[in-house]
């Protein structure tokens, strides 16, 4: 079975959290790595440290947790290792340039870093918005036997966006008299425990053609998730009224019975 659809459309909150704990983390490292040997070596060497895992930070957790290296990095090179050691005070004016160029650097490149990888990372979910679009399109228009329902269709959906149900809604008649039932998925029966439900209504124009309703225990919709599943209503809202035209084509078409004699 595919991943549910909020896997991919949606950011976990996971990076987010490993990006905090690096930044946190990994400046105690360096403060215990570097401490021991801090007379022999130059400032700017651990500076570079510093900057080193604001990078790799910001590559991890994003601008948020980059920043936060930055500043603990700023204080933890500011009171460990410029003299007068474990105090804020700065003897050197050279010092004080070293260590505000290094708090200038970190946060410009924090804000770099992670504005190259939200385009980037817009950019994946987009495409993997459009592959999730092109497979329910494709499901969509895909020619169906004689007789068979929409249940291909339905099946797709919920396996995609990680529901246990789904169940479409349509008017059997050509003149939209009435929605019932055209298709029911039940891919796992539904437990007990909070059940999102999501209806999603298939018009064209101001007319109802017919209704989705979701129902599965996850997270409600994404806006990613719900503009694809938007999308696609409106593609089959489509479908359904091609149908419906068909329908009052070969009901027109059908024989009426003879007038009986007087």
Known sequence: MDAPAQAFLSPGRGRLVAGYLLATLGTAALVAVFHPFRNDLEPITEGFAFLTLVVVTVAVGGLGP??????LGFLAFNFFFIPPYDTFRIADPEHVVVLFVFLGLSI?????????RSRAEAAERRER??????????????????????????????MKFGFEEGTLFISPRADLGGLEEASVIRLDPI???????????????????????????????????????????????????RDRLLRLVVEGSEPRPAPSAP
Do not use: K
Request: glycine fraction near 6%; aromatic fraction near 4%; hydrophobic fraction near 45%.
């Open 66 to 71: 980059g920043i936060t290296a930055s500043v």
């Open 108 to 116: 410009l490149i924090s804000e770099l870093f992670a504005n190259a």
């Open 129 to 158: 918005e459009l592959r999730l679009q092109q497979d329910l399109t494709y499901a969509l228009v895909d020619p169906r036997p004689a007789g068979e329902t929409y249940d291909p269709v339905m099946r797709l959906i919920v």
């Open 191 to 241: 437990e007990n425990g909070e059940i999102i439900e999501e209806r999603l209504t298939l018009n064209v124009g101001r007319r109802n053609l017919g209704l989705i309703v979701l129902r599965g225990h996850r997270s409600p919709l994404a806006q990613s998730e719900r503009r694809v599943l938007e999308e696609f209503c409106n593609q089959m809202a489509l479908v359904l009224e």
